[in-house]
């Protein structure tokens, strides 16, 4: 399976319906009580891009990503209009060895956090901070494909390091197939296209 670093349309992103989903398997017992078993330990986005398709060009365009992308082979950029940013977010402490830095967003509930990890920056959205100190965007390159941010030297010892960028997610179609349904003429209704967030 191949992953092409392009974006699905965000005009059709934007009514999507979905979001984060984990995998928990439940046995409840002859009393009544419950045992649980969270079976991943990071949320696996999913979506519905139907509720997205409002116009015959936007048809048209979802028509042709489809194709594209051949149903479920290929992978592919989403932005989630829920969630696609992060601000002040640390990602590191220098020591003046270390040049290299993985982009993550922490979402912390309770006392509880759960780290994500940032492999689809946005290009031209990253600012990187020192000590809450912007720094100039020649000290540093960012891979859009990984999420790596590399320094052209590496940070004092004790520095802060947060970010602040805009993020796709990785995923692909959940679905060969595209069934739309004839209304009236030039009308169309799509019931379920499922987009799921992939592993990379």
């Not at 390159?141 to 590496?154: P, Y």
């Not at 959940?174 to 004839?182: K, M, N």
Request: net charge neutral; no cysteine; aromatic share 12%.
């Amino acid at each position: 399976m191949a992953f092409i670093e392009v974006r699905f349309p965000t005009d059709i992103a934007y009514g999507s319906v979905g979001g984060p989903e984990y995998s928990t398997d439940v046995v409840i017992t002859h009393g009544g009580y419950e045992q649980r078993n969270s079976n991943w330990t990071q949320a696996r986005a999913r979506y519905n891009v139907a509720h997205g398709v409002k116009s015959q060009t936007q048809l048209n365009a979802l028509i042709a990503f489809f194709r594209a992308r051949k149903g479920r082979a290929d992978g592919f950029r989403f932005k989630d209009w829920t969630d696609y940013n992060v601000t002040g977010q640390p990602i590191g402490v220098g020591n003046a060895v270390l040049t290299v830095f993985q982009l993550v967003k922490t979402y912390t509930s309770g006392g509880i956090s759960e780290l994500r990890t940032i492999t689809k920056p946005v290009a031209g959205t990253l600012a990187i901070y020192f000590n809450g100190t912007l720094q100039s965007s020649s000290g540093y390159t960012v891979d859009s494909t990984t999420g790596l941010v590399t320094f052209s030297s590496a940070p004092a010892s004790g520095v802060a390091i947060t970010a602040d960028v805009e993020f796709d997610m990785p995923v692909r179609f959940d679905t060969d197939r595209l069934a739309a349904t004839l209304d009236s003429y030039g009308s169309y209704s799509w019931h379920d296209i499922p987009v799921v967030e992939i592993r990379v």
